[in-house]
């Protein structure tokens, strides 16, 4: 099984040992390496190519958001999860148009880590919890247009959700296991502001039309 190669960036020491500490447990996942500052982190990518880079927004620069715009143009290959301790709209919705996939804060990192490694990895993007209920109660401009930041395999799994297919035939239709369409569930879940898979079917079925 090919593991999932990442780097790690954050100037606060005890995070990440904390976070490394958890992700070498897992059997599927890559420490390449780990920077306290942008360009150090720059460095790792520009050397490993690795599959993800979780970075620090506030690092020392560049930081994250910097390297998040300078990758864009160039490693298409790397997708970017960010670490913060903020939850402001303004920034949630910057952060989301440079085509970071992950938004995680700090106060859930350790919780989070794994699921948004997992669903990133696999074409998802992954928001803490906290920050899908900014999402919602907030801005009505980004519940509107949410459907427009899933990814085209979550697009995918939600029209066939509308059809009324499970979890399992949607796995076998996509040939991906179940517990990815069960993550990229709780992703879609998440990204649209509702809540439990029968609030999903319903937003499936009343979008039936604008998901063909």
Do not use: W
């Amino acid at each position: 099984m090919s593991k999932i190669r990442l780097i790690l960036a954050d100037d606060h020491p005890l995070l990440i040992q904390g976070l490394v500490s958890i992700l070498r447990q897992e059997e599927n996942i890559e420490v390449l390496g780990q920077a306290s500052d942008g360009n150090d982190a720059l460095e790792l990518i520009r050397k490993f190519e690795p599959d993800i880079a979780i970075l620090d927004i506030q690092m020392p620069e560049p930081g994250g958001l910097r390297i998040a715009e300078l990758l864009q143009n160039g490693n298409k290959r790397t997708k970017i999860i960010v670490l913060t301790m903020f939850k402001e709209e303004s920034l949630i919705k910057r952060v989301l148009k440079l085509g970071v996939r992950g938004y995680v804060l700090k106060e859930n990192a350790i919780d989070d880590i794994i699921d948004s490694i997992n669903i990133v990895y696999d074409g998802g993007i992954y928001l803490s919890n906290t920050v899908s209920e900014v999402i919602r109660d907030n801005s009505s401009d980004l519940i509107s247009g949410s459907y427009q930041i899933l990814t085209p395999s979550e697009k995918k799994i939600l029209r066939l959700i509308g059809e009324g297919k499970s979890s399992k035939e949607i796995a076998n239709e996509l040939f991906i296991s179940s517990k990815t369409v069960e993550n990229h569930r709780g992703n879609i879940c998440k990204k649209l502001g509702v809540t439990g898979f029968s609030a999903l079917i319903k937003y499936a079925l009343s979008n039936k039309m604008t998901l063909e």
